[in-house]
């Protein structure tokens, strides 16, 4: 039996508007976090609440733990095989390159990541902190800004489980 937790947040990690571009913001928050053994799986609801476009690019995330140990995040298998594939064809001239999504205004799109940990259980920290610096608006990242995942209140903090 594997058990899982869902952690939570009430953090909304915002990107403010610009003094070039007053009509753009955007705001980030967590859809789910399910936190397994080793495996963090976070998805993040991104929503354009401007009334602009906004191209929405995310490279590497980070995920501090209590303890200062820093995780990387992956994103999924799929997503990284095609955007390879898109690069691949792009350079030898078959489409174009991949290129960051337009966000329409109003509308929300979601972001899969995942953290791995093999020497430790992730499930026994109270509380992980989720940088937003992975994630670009306009070429802006979100510099400075973070979520913080708490455990479950029956979550069996510091045991072995």
Not at 2 to 17: E, G, I, K, L, N
Not at 140 to 160: K, Y
Request: a negative charge.
């Amino acid at each position: 039996m594997v058990r899982t937790w869902q952690f939570s947040s009430s953090d909304v990690a915002v990107v403010p508007s610009t003094a070039t571009q007053p009509e753009n913001r955007v705001e980030i928050r967590l859809r789910s976090a399910t936190v397994r053994q080793k495996t963090v799986q976070v998805t993040l609801a991104i929503a354009n609440l401007g009334s602009q476009p906004a191209n929405v690019d995310a490279g590497e995330f980070s995920m501090r733990l209590p303890d200062g140990t820093t995780l990387f995040g992956d994103a999924p298998v799929l997503d990284q095989a095609l955007k390879l594939g898109q690069s691949m064809l792009a350079a030898v001239g078959i489409g174009n390159s991949p290129q960051a999504p337009n966000l329409a205004p109003g509308t929300t799109v979601e972001m899969d990541v995942e953290f791995r940990d093999n020497r430790r259980d992730l499930r026994r920290y109270p509380v992980l902190d989720l940088g937003m610096d992975a994630i670009s608006i306009n070429g802006r990242a979100c510099t400075d800004q973070h979520l913080f995942l708490h455990a479950p209140e029956r979550a069996p903090i510091g045991e072995n489980i």
